[in-house]
């Protein structure tokens, strides 16, 4: 919780942070420790008691460096907020990434801070978050917006089982030829599902390949000329 000291009417943030740099953590620490109205209750590395120390807590911010969030579990930070509503999550020093960005934001960070960002730009991040604002890269920020507009149009991309049936596609794979049918790049789908280039790439290979189609484009001829209902 935040803390009022009634004689100076002086707000206090409390924060706990996670780095597994020994280095880093200190001289955060030390740095954190000398801004007014900051209360460092914890600063250590991510082990397997973080969630029980942090839950239990009642810290406002959570910070996490990005070697300690890729040693996160599938949603602890969703998990952890859960639990306090109030409470706010930081990650820093993380890729610039939209994929990354992008899960990062759906768990519930309000703050994503790249790998340049400098002590002070967290010092600001953390009075930002505090204050209800949410903190991000500006090209990050630009993606988020696109994401949500595609998701807009897709309609939540609510798959056809039938045509997946009939022509014997997975479900991610209509999700592909969904996205293809609107002309989107690799790279632009490989974020809109979350998903690697690779990974993009192989299923599009696995597409062709069930649909006898030479190219792409032949792929999703192929499902606009099935005549079934299906939402590309």
Do not use: W
């Not at 807590?57 to 890729?70: I, Y």
């Not at 953390?126 to 149009?153: D, N």
Request: proline share 3%.
């Amino acid at each position: 919780m935040t803390i009022v000291n009634k004689g100076t009417d002086t707000k206090v943030t409390k924060i706990i942070l996670l780095s597994e740099s020994r280095m880093l953590r200190e001289g955060l620490t030390t740095f954190l420790g000398k801004q007014p109205g900051f209360d460092l209750v914890n600063s250590t590395h991510y082990s397997a008691s973080t969630f029980k120390s942090v839950a239990s807590s009642d810290c406002d911010v959570f910070l996490a460096d990005r070697a300690s969030a890729s040693a996160f579990p599938s949603n602890f930070i969703a998990d952890l907020l859960s639990l306090c509503p109030g409470r706010k999550a930081i990650l820093f020093g993380m890729e610039n990434n939209p994929g990354v960005f992008l899960r990062a934001v759906k768990s519930g960070v309000s703050g994503y801070l790249l790998e340049d960002a400098s002590t002070t730009d967290i010092i600001d991040a953390i009075r930002k978050v505090v204050a209800g604002e949410a903190v991000s890269p500006p090209s990050l920020c630009h993606y988020l917006f696109q994401s949500v507009a595609r998701g807009t149009r897709e309609g939540s991309l609510v798959l056809n089982q039938r045509l997946c049936h009939r022509l014997g596609l997975t479900a991610r794979q209509q999700q592909l030829i969904a996205l293809l049918a609107r002309g989107f790049t690799n790279k632009e789908i490989a974020g809109s599902l979350c998903l690697s280039e690779f990974t993009v790439k192989n299923h599009i290979r696995r597409i062709m390949r069930r649909l006898n189609a030479e190219n792409r484009y032949a792929a999703v001829q192929a499902v606009c000329e099935s005549n079934l209902p299906a939402r590309i």
